[in-house]
């Protein structure tokens, strides 16, 4: 995605299985090529050949870890993999999974999206139990939990899963079997697809299509589904169970040819382009449209339509510019904007811009894309903003920083006008989304600060490990 700026809003993991099939790694590889937009900061590939399990992982890119001897070296018919941004725990080589276990019970690899609310509770607790650490990340725990739980595989998960608050949606590898877990809450998406005799579970139904497999269905909250011999099984660890999805895998994280709980990403997010054109009738002058690349595009082009406006590439994101570090002066990092988004010139000089962006989370990056386009000679630029203010950190596996740091916490829209030097800046609100979506079933705990689960940090406090 565009964290173009390296102080907004940055992605969730991705994770992806393969169950019965004998290419499992090489199409792993190629379903966390679908979702390496979820996470660019490192890659794994478990693999069981029904003995044990290989793992390969490394920091980086999907394409810097492996290569075609590395994805040789990984036999057998099922397989599991991760794409990680590190939202608990840092991104050390230890942290990067999946993560592999061994113990008498036999090996198991996880690989986990979302992030365990009262991570460092159950921590403090296993290590008084003499369980030993070796990374820093919260999908660690999730191993340990069940290494210390008592019966079946099945019953071991069921059990760890009990003792979790927060987001986890994980899929798990055993020498036989895999399994895909979703937290009651639905937070994180994960789906069921077929695929010849087998079964594929990912992330996004995106990743789907890249391995040729044919979507089935999400998996429940609260929902255990395990693949083995017997073919594909499911059980729940509780009935206390609902649908609260993440708003922000609509509005940011998801790719846009991706369908979460049965609706298409690129679809609402069009949908929110036209609702904000809606609530700007007559209000507003202006001569085109412009979105920012490249999850902005779609409510963009839903603005462009609902309003008769011409849509226009106005932004140009440079795709061959990786991450730019922090530098240590202002011009030094104005510099690196300009080399992942360039103004077109030729088409902003002299236009009053409809500038819509998917979200504000600092505000430093649609300030510096405001003088970006005002130095390409645009005349005006009215922000809009296709979700409604985020005010409230997000403890469940993005990472927004404290509530202070949040800009809409503290300014109103005429504040962060005067900040950006924008002509006008105007959100969609919870009930817009709601009427867009066709239901409330989702978490908006960034908007609104009504969390769906417990929490066990302060919202004024940092919360990262």
Do not use: W
């Amino acid at each position: 995605m565009h964290n173009y700026f390296l102080n907004e809003i940055k992605e969730e993991c991705g994770v992806f299985g393969i169950y019965h099939h004998p290419q499992a790694a090489q199409l792993t590889y190629f379903g966390l090529h679908a979702l390496q937009h979820r996470g660019q900061e490192g890659a794994g590939i478990a693999a069981s050949d029904g003995k044990t399990i290989d793992c390969i992982k490394g920091t980086g890119l999907l394409s810097d870890v492996f290569h075609s001897e590395e994805l040789k070296k990984l036999q057998g018919e099922n397989s599991i993999g991760h794409v990680r941004y590190a939202t608990a725990g840092g991104n050390e080589l230890e942290n990067v999974q999946p993560i592999v276990a061994r113990a008498k019970i036999g090996c198991m690899a996880v690989a986990h999206n979302g992030q365990i609310v009262n991570a460092d509770e159950l921590q403090e607790r296993l290590e008084n139990h003499g369980n030993i650490f070796h990374g820093s990340s919260d999908s660690e725990i999730i191993l340990h939990l069940i290494q210390r739980e008592h019966g079946t595989m099945l019953e071991k998960i069921q059990k760890a899963c009990q003792k979790m608050e927060g987001a986890f949606s994980f899929v798990i590898l055993t020498e036989r079997s895999l399994y895909a877990v979703r937290d009651k809450n639905g937070l994180r998406p994960l789906s069921v697809a077929a695929l010849e005799d087998g079964y594929c579970v990912s992330s996004e139904t995106c990743a789907f299509d890249s391995v040729g497999a044919r979507f089935l269905r999400d998996v429940e909250p609260g929902e255990i589904i395990k693949f083995s011999d017997m073919g594909l099984e499911t059980f729940h660890y509780t009935s206390d169970t609902r649908h609260r999805i993440c708003a922000m895998e609509y509005i940011y994280f998801s790719r846009p040819d991706s369908d979460i709980e049965g609706l298409n990403v690129h679809t609402v997010r069009k949908a929110s382009g036209k609702r904000l054109a809606q609530k700007d009738k007559g209000n507003t002058i202006a001569d085109i449209v412009v979105g920012v690349p490249d999850s902005s595009v779609a409510a963009a082009m839903g603005y462009s339509e609902e309003s008769g406006l011409p849509y226009e590439v106005g932004l140009i994101k440079n795709r061959y510019v990786g991450r730019t570090f922090i530098e240590p002066t202002q011009e030094q990092r104005d510099m690196g904007v300009k080399m992942k988004l360039s103004a077109n010139a030729s088409v902003v000089k002299g236009k009053r811009i409809i500038l819509v962006d998917d979200s504000i989370v600092r505000g430093t990056t649609m300030k510096r894309i405001v003088a970006l386009l005002k130095g390409a000679g645009a005349q005006e630029i009215h922000v809009r903003i296709a979700s409604p203010e985020m005010a409230y950190p997000c403890f469940y596996g993005v990472d927004t920083s404290t509530k202070k740091e949040l800009i809409s916490a503290r300014y109103t829209c005429e504040e962060l006008c005067k900040y950006t030097r924008a002509s006008s800046v105007r959100f969609l609100t919870i009930d817009d989304l709601i009427g867009v979506y066709g239901t409330d079933k989702l978490c908006f705990a960034c908007f609104s600060g009504n969390y769906v689960t417990p929490l066990f940090h302060d919202i004024n406090q940092k919360t990262e490990k």
